[in-house]
């Protein structure tokens, strides 16, 4: 799995850039995901990254029908394969472009009124996003997830609590980045509380 950098204990520092390059102070600069290329595939809209500690794949099918509009659905899943707990929440979830722009969760008030038509775009998917997972994922036990954000239901608050091998997975809405979308390369970066370094998979809209 793709390791970002190692922070402090006790809390995440905003990440430096310049030149093409972090700073970290056990290891000094370190290259940045400038030259990233696209992470492994469960399918052609599937990426993913595995490492020792959590599974992590993102399927970017449904926001491939929805570039043009304000918010854009990602499915998100994830594993916990070693630790004893890991907390995982919308906000520790983040979408950032390879330049450093990063963009958080959907808010209340972009999500209000929004048209989620991603019920209908997910049917068009060959195999569905949680059945490739579930067979990637065959040793681990489910854990449904209650932080979609659908339409009448926007509370993106709510935490999933991960055990060891046990996985789940969410529809997490991002604001629009902005730009030509098609066929770049953006980053998911998952943050939680209980992992040394964030980690990310890179994923291509």
């Known amino acids: 799995m793709k390791r970002a950098l190692r922070y402090g204990a006790a809390s995440i520092v905003p990440l430096l850039l310049a030149a093409g390059c972090v700073m970290s102070p056990a290891t000094g600069p370190v ?4 030259e990233s290329r696209p992470s492994p595939t469960l399918a052609p809209a599937v990426f993913f990254e595995e490492g020792k500690l959590i599974f992590l794949a993102v399927n970017t099918h449904i926001a ?7 918010l854009i659905p990602l499915e998100i899943a994830v594993a916990n394969k070693r630790l004893e707990q890991l907390r995982l929440s919308p906000e520790h979830i983040t979408l950032r472009s390879l330049d450093g722009q990063r963009w958080p969760v959907a808010s209340r008030e972009e999500s209000t009124g929004s048209s989620l038509r991603s019920s209908f775009d997910r049917k068009t998917m060959p ?6 997972v579930k067979q990637r994922l065959s040793n681990y036990r489910y854990v449904p997830s209650t932080s979609a954000l659908r339409g009448g239901n926007i509370d993106i ?3 999933a609590e991960l055990r060891r091998n046990t996985w789940t997975i969410s529809q997490i809405w991002f ?4 730009g030509e979308l098609k066929d770049q390369l953006f980053e998911v970066w998952v943050d939680s509380p209980e992992l040394p370094d964030p980690v990310f998979t890179t994923i291509r809209f």
């Open 127 to 132: 195999v569905p996003f949680i059945d490739l």
């Open 175 to 178: 604001p629009n980045p902005g």
């Open 31 to 34: 290259e940045t995901s400038s």
């Open 157 to 159: 608050s709510r935490t």
């Open 64 to 70: 491939r029908f929805q570039l043009d509009a304000e």
